[in-house]
């Protein structure tokens, strides 16, 4: 990524024709595997361009919300596309050198969608608190160019921070080995390869997870304490089931995104390499197939648009014959 390099004056940089992937290596049968990430990937650009389609189609999905499931289905998308072809290219098809220009753009866009996926439930935690808090205040308080505002503020924040993340990367020396010990070109095995400073960048390594998935984590947590809140002042119980039902699509995806990845930070430095390992790409591979899966199945606006969408359909088709 020519565009972030940093140019500093009478220093010289040790930077390598190429890096290796070696993620995956010496595991037996691990072609089973690679053909499971392959099938979850297909789901994945499936079930995503389905919902984002049935939101585009649908006048009736046009609220702040769908805006905010909208943008989680395309970042979804641009998550598995940007992560899992060219993991399949790598360990299916025995391409484990990778150049050092490509290496630092397939980290960019590696990175910063699984940013924005924990960013995208900020915004529909916010949606839904809002929601259940003040219902009827909602649309006034919830508008769609705040979700948008929302939505374009985060877009800056995780672009810029992967931008400094691997700007920083970019003044390391690789005098060593160029072997990194992961299934993509991952900030931590990289940075540990370059034989200068790595302070600025085992401290931003340090201060990612807790932007990335400490604050969002807690705000979301925030949320539904006070969603709980609301709802114990609610009169009925049938009252107070239902309006929880509107939050357990919401709820399950914090859990499918949050739960794996912090198993992974809390004991990846205890277990071995190769769990390791398989245990991020399948946290990494897995919410981007199960998030619209959930959505359709947990959300009744969208799944009547999908019965309306199918009748349409086979009434279009019955008309042809």
């Known amino acids: 990524m020519a565009f972030i390099n940093l140019a500093v004056e009478n220093v010289t940089f040790v930077r390598p024709a190429y890096f290796i992937i070696s993620g995956f290596i010496g595991i037996p049968n691990i072609r089973y595997y690679f053909v499971f990430l392959c099938f979850i990937y297909i789901l994945a650009v499936v079930g995503n361009t389905l919902v984002m389609t049935v939101i585009t189609l649908d006048h009736t999905l046009r ?10 289905a395309f970042t979804d998308l641009l998550s598995s596309s940007a992560l899992m072809p060219k993991v399949l290219d790598i360990f299916l098809l025995s391409h484990y050198y990778i150049s050092y220009n490509d290496c630092m753009t397939f980290m960019f866009f590696s990175f910063i969608f699984y940013v924005m996926q924990a960013l995208n439930l900020v915004v529909l935690s916010f949606d839904r608190v809002m929601a259940i808090m003040y219902p009827l205040h909602y649309q006034m308080r919830v508008s769609h160019k705040l979700i ?68 969002p984590l807690a705000f979301i947590v925030g949320s539904y304490c006070c969603i709980g809140y609301s709802l114990s002042k609610i009169s009925t119980y049938r009252e107070r089931v239902k309006a929880f039902k509107t939050c357990t699509g919401h709820l399950s995806l914090v859990a499918i995104y949050f ?8 004991f990846g430095n205890v277990i071995h390499p190769n769990a390791r390992i398989i245990s991020l790409s399948i946290t990494t591979a897995l919410p981007p197939m199960l998030n619209p899966i959930i959505y359709v199945l947990q959300t009744q606006e969208i799944k009547e648009s999908l019965k309306l969408l199918q009748t349409r359909v086979q009434f279009r088709i019955a008309a042809k014959y």
């Open 63 to 72: 609220s702040p919300k769908y805006v905010a499931v909208f943008n989680l």
């Open 259 to 266: 739960l794996p990845i912090t198993f992974v930070y809390i």
């Open 148 to 215: 948008l505002s929302l939505i374009a503020f985060f877009w800056l924040f995780a672009i810029t921070l992967i931008l400094i993340k691997v700007g920083l990367l970019t003044r390391l020396s690789f005098c060593k080995s160029v072997v990194i010990e992961s299934y993509f070109c991952d900030h931590g095995p990289m940075y540990r390869l370059g034989c200068n400073d790595v302070t600025p960048n085992r401290a931003i390594a340090g201060l990612a997870p807790v932007l990335i998935l400490g604050f």
